[in-house]
């Protein structure tokens, strides 16, 4: 599927601008974005629902405004948000629904194979021991499994998804998940716009950032899910890790605070540092750290928050590369803060309070760094606190 610089106004307002988006065979993209950023949007548009007012739709080289709508819906298939059913249809029966296409009324033999898909998705989706039941008479959960369901039955190379997993609990969300996923790798195609950072990252392929109305990244999840995007696009302060168990991108969102981005450099490293950059980036405050050793839990931690840190190998000297970058960064930083070991927690919540200071805290973890760039920076600016 190619999206090509899709612009879309409703109600006389600009809402998508210029969104590009592919989607190779066997792959997944995830859509993430703020409230109103336009991801429902660009959905409908891709779907054939909506037409842009510039730009194309292509699946496998039609364009999907072009096609008839039985034509289009055998090639992408909806599982929308949400769907209120008014009438007591049996689950079979709306699942059916989605053979609809491939069928005609002059030609009913037409879809002679229909019946085979529909108690395919009913198994797949484990709707098979509800089949017989009302739609209205069923859980909201396997509601949305039974909207699943009839977009499989639909089979179709291209399937959209608007947030497959609200309102899921925790197990149906991974269930649900590891379904689109199986799809894929049989060679299907799914954009699924999804609320859940983690989850986006952990079952897509690529993802892509709509803000705005506007495509504001795009990439593989490690590369897209970085504490900048959660600043910019979502306007949210969050610690980015390693989710130790999906090797996939981790989300913490933190207390947001619109304080000055004042810059503070973390001075040399030590279990301290690891504490104390957290607050601070959390604070508002543009954090650099180092040196610290390549690979260490301070390089680490300071990754995960999206801090620059200035690196050292591990089992030598202090470089002298990362001595000047360090030093450096003492001379521009607004503070500059050797921390202590952890005893001292308290101590340095209340110099992330006060940054407009250059305030030096004795005793880091590892001597052989603080004295490195005390050295590189001729001692100068190294004072004690009290
Ligand atoms: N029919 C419409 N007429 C005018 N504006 C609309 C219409 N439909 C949606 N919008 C506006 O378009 C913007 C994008 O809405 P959209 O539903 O695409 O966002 P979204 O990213 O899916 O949001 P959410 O994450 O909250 O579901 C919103 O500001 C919304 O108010």
Sequence with gaps: MDANDLSVSLGGTDILDGVSLTVESGELVG????????????????????????????????????????AASRRVAVVPQ?????????????VAMGRHPYRSRVRPADDADGATHVE????????TNLADRPVTAISGGERRRVLLARALAQDTP????????????????????????????????????????????????????ISDGRVHAAGPPGEVV???????????????????????????PLTHADDADAHTHVLGAGDA????????????????????????????????????????????????????????????ADVVIVPTDARDAGVNERLAATADETVVVEEVESAAIRA????ALGGATVTSPD
């Design 273 to 332: 540092a690891v504490g104390l950059l957290e607050p601070l980036a959390e604070a508002g405050y543009h954090v650099t750290v180092g040196p610290v050793v390549a690979g260490s839990m301070d390089h680490e931690a300071a990754r995960r928050l999206d801090c620059h840190a200035v690196t050292t190998p591990p089992f030598g000297p202090v470089d002298d590369d990362a001595r000047e970058q360090a030093a450096g960064y003492c001379r521009d």
């Design 120 to 127: 395919a998705a009913l198994e797949r989706c484990e709707l």
């Design 226 to 252: 970085t504490r900048a995007t959660l600043r910019d696009a979502f306007d949210a302060t969050a610690a980015i890790g390693t989710d130790p168990v999906t090797g996939t991108p981790a989300v913490t």
């Design 82 to 94: 949400s769907s209120s059913f008014s009438f007591d249809f049996a689950v079979r029966d709306v």
């Design 158 to 209: 291209v399937t959209l998804l608007d947030e497959p997993t609200a309102g899921l609990d925790v197990n149906h969300q991974i269930r649900t998940l590891d379904l689109v996923r199986g799809l894929i790798n049989e060679g299907r195609r799914a954009v699924a716009a999804i609320h859940d950072l983690a989850l986006a990252a952990r079952y897509c392929d690529r993802l892509v950032v």
């Design 31 to 70: 859509l993430v974005g703020p409230n109103g950023a336009g991801k429902t949007t660009l959905l409908r548009t891709l779907a054939g629902y909506l037409t842009p007012d510039a730009g194309t739709v292509r699946i496998d080289g039609d364009d999907i405004h072009a096609l008839a709508s039985k």
């Design 372 to 375: 490195a760039v005390t050295d």
